[in-house]
């Protein structure tokens, strides 16, 4: 991705200089979560591991100062290209369509962060929280990403994960977020899990329209970066965490879609460049 030299957002909060502190654990919305390992495990009550979460967490003690590196440094202002370049593709897509976008904020962090979701740690994976409007991320899920899950790595790979998260800002913007959570009211287990499949394939069309922004303007994308981002996509598949996880896939506890359902998505919105086609809810026979 080409990106040095270029525009940098103001709207990014390094808090990569503090660690420790006390947190519960959160829940990502793209990233490996914990609970989420261990129901795939064949654990549902994940009481006990919440709480044991909890107190390794308390136990960490007061926060203090960790300095950057000059690999820490260079991946800040990466990030911040990135999410400048978001800013520009939603400014457009907004006013095309007679609205005004609002920026979202981004927070980098270590081991663990406090939200208006509640607290947060790294084995959330990056997520975003409609509460404070901020996209959280821990840059080690990467390495995570990479190593354990198979993703081929890369940068547009974590600039893929950013623009995913904004896309749940926009969805939180047009509303889409808080339709879905009321319509899950009531549904049993599996049919609010196809809602919330819709949605984070929503969010991965989004990021596809992100990328055509850049290619239509021939402003970042390089050789191997949609590569990059469709094996970031296939990796963070239901299927491929649970067959990872448990060596099975049931389709029921799906919540952000199978690899290729993630990767069609993305595709769609990167090849079609129109954000009317992204209804993933109307794809899947869904209403909201």
């Known amino acids: 991705m080409k990106w040095s030299g270029r525009r940098e957002s103001g709207n990014v909060e390094d808090r990569r200089s503090i660690s420790g502190g006390k947190v519960a654990l959160g829940g990502g919305v793209i990233g ?4 989420l390992i261990s129901m795939f495990m064949g654990n549902g009550d994940t009481t006990q591991l919440l709480e044991q979460v909890q107190q390794m967490q308390q136990q960490q003690g007061q926060t203090e100062s960790v300095p950057l590196s000059a ?9 911040k290209v990135v999410l400048a370049d978001t800013e520009d593709a939603w400014h457009q897509i907004f006013k095309e369509n ?21 607290g947060a740690s790294s084995a959330s994976g990056p997520f ?7 996209v959280y991320m821990d840059l080690a899920f990467f390495e995570e990403l990479q190593t354990r899950f198979g993703a081929k790595g890369g940068d547009f790979a974590i600039a893929y994960v950013i623009a995913h998260e904004v896309g749940h800002h926009v969805q939180t913007l047009l509303g889409t977020s808080a339709k879905m959570r009321q319509r899950q009211q ?46 970031a996509a296939h990796a963070v ?3 491929a965490i649970q067959k990872k996880m448990q060596g ?7 919540t952000h879609g199978s690899s290729e359902q993630r990767m069609y998505w993305f595709k769609r919105g990167f090849e079609s ?16």
Not at 248 to 254: A, G, L, R, T, Y
Request: net charge negative; aromatic share 10%.
């Open 273 to 288: 460049g129109d954000v009317s086609q992204g209804n993933t809810f109307a794809q899947m026979g869904l209403s909201l």
């Open 186 to 231: 009531g549904l049993s287990e599996a049919d609010a899990n196809k809602l919330s499949v819709a949605l984070e394939l929503q969010a991965d069309f989004y990021a596809g329209l992100w990328a055509h922004y850049g290619q239509e303007k021939n402003q970042f994308l390089e050789s191997g970066d949609i590569e990059e981002a469709l094996s």
């Open 98 to 118: 007679g609205m005004t976008y609002e920026e979202p904020q981004l927070v980098l962090f270590r081991n663990s962060v406090q939200t208006a979701c509640g």
């Open 32 to 35: 490996i979560v914990v609970v």
């Open 71 to 79: 690999e820490d440094e260079k991946m800040g202002r990466f990030v």
């Open 248 to 254: 099975q896939v049931v389709p029921d506890s799906f």
């Open 128 to 134: 975003y929280c409609p509460g404070d409007k901020k």
């Open 237 to 239: 598949g239901d299927d």
